[in-house]
């Protein structure tokens, strides 16, 4: 279900009624999380959505507020299972009120392509934020500060896809995930300690079948990349793919959240 919601003069709103599991505030969480950030308001700017992570519980609202002199948009990735489009023109607003628990991961059509063989957004050219991409993802909590689990734990690096997938897996506390690397390069998973509840050592995953796990006792979000494809920019706080990358622009990066 989408419903229109009033906002100021120019601004949009719309309320989601579905489920989003795909792969940024927000609320007061009882578990621990990042929080350098107000992330119930993300502002667009330069070409970037700024902060790129936003953790918000059901029944919260989001704000988009264009900084830029162009257009810019929030667009939902296919694969999150509800499709919307905000469009947010240049000194306006828009928002979204999220009803159902999940992962929402978005982009700007203006500024960004969706590639749907890789479930992954590119920078356009011509975007003031190229190489990094206009996107972000909003992480929902129900009441008890969790979203639905995942099926598996396993995450799975395919044959020269250079993706993480799913990009996002939720699990217990306690839990331990695991990455599979298919692909004949070697990978690492590091997360990014402004995005991540707890330290976690970097994870080496060998070509052809090397893996690696790591046991998850904190709860919170953690945002990782494979740092010899992508770099965290902590003056932008945005990922930024690097151009040795066989995806690039692409970012390889991906998330994981503990519940309580």
Same mark, same amino acid.
């Given at each position: 279900?989408?419903?229109?919601?009033?906002?100021?003069?120019?601004?949009?709103?719309?309320?989601?009624?579905?489920?989003?599991?795909?792969?940024?505030?927000?609320?007061?969480?009882?578990?621990?999380?990042?929080?350098?950030?107000?992330?119930?308001?993300?502002?667009?700017?330069?070409?970037?959505?700024?902060?790129?992570?936003?953790?918000?519980?059901?029944?919260?609202?989001?704000?988009?507020?264009?900084?830029?002199?162009?257009?810019?948009?929030? /667009?939902?990735?296919?694969?999150?299972?509800?499709?919307?489009?905000?469009? /947010?023109?240049?000194?306006?607003?828009?928002?979204?009120?999220?009803?159902?628990?999940?992962?929402?991961?978005?982009?700007?059509?203006?500024?960004?392509?969706?590639?749907?063989?890789?479930?992954?957004?590119?920078?356009?050219?011509?975007?003031?934020?190229?190489?990094?991409?206009?996107?972000?993802?909003?992480?929902?909590?129900?009441?008890?500060?969790? /979203?639905?689990?995942?099926?598996?734990?396993?995450?799975?690096?395919?044959?020269?896809?250079?993706?993480?997938?799913?990009?996002?897996?939720?699990?217990?506390?306690?839990?331990?995930?695991?990455?599979?690397?298919?692909?004949?390069?070697?990978?690492?998973?590091?997360?990014?300690?402004?995005?991540?509840?707890?330290?976690?050592?970097?994870?080496?995953?060998?070509?052809?079948?090397?893996?690696?796990?790591?046991?998850?006792?904190?709860?919170?979000?953690?945002?990782?990349?494979?740092?010899?494809?992508?770099?965290?920019?902590?003056?932008?706080?945005?990922?930024?793919?690097?151009?040795?990358?066989?995806?690039?622009?692409?970012?390889?990066?991906?998330?994981?959240?503990?519940?309580?």
């Amino acid at each position: 279900m989408l419903v229109l919601l009033p906002l100021a003069a120019g601004a949009v709103a719309i309320l989601l009624g579905g489920i989003f599991v795909a792969g940024l505030g927000l609320a007061e969480l009882r578990f621990a999380i990042p929080e350098p950030v107000n992330t119930r308001t993300v502002t667009m700017r330069g070409g970037l959505f700024g902060p790129v992570l936003a953790i918000v519980h059901v029944g919260d609202t989001v704000t988009w507020t264009n900084l830029d002199s162009s257009a810019h948009s929030v /667009v939902a990735y296919p694969t999150n299972g509800t499709s919307f489009c905000v469009p /947010v023109a240049a000194g306006d607003s828009g928002a979204v009120t999220f009803s159902r628990p999940g992962v929402y991961r978005y982009y700007s059509r203006e500024d960004a392509c969706y590639d749907a063989a890789l479930n992954s957004v590119e920078a356009n050219l011509e975007s003031p934020g190229f190489p990094a991409p206009m996107c972000g993802v909003v992480v929902v909590l129900d009441v008890r500060d969790a /979203v639905p689990l995942s099926a598996s734990a396993t995450v799975t690096i395919p044959v020269a896809s250079r993706m993480f997938e799913p990009w996002a897996v939720t699990v217990k506390t306690g839990s331990t995930v695991t990455w599979v690397n298919r692909d004949c390069s070697m990978h690492v998973v590091a997360t990014v300690p402004e995005l991540a509840a707890a330290a976690v050592p970097t994870l080496s995953l060998p070509g052809d079948g090397g893996t690696a796990s790591h046991t998850f006792w904190q709860p919170g979000v953690y945002y990782y990349d494979c740092s010899g494809n992508a770099m965290w920019d902590p003056g932008k706080s945005i990922m930024v793919p690097l151009e040795n990358y066989d995806s690039y622009p692409h970012v390889m990066d991906g998330l994981v959240i503990v519940t309580p």
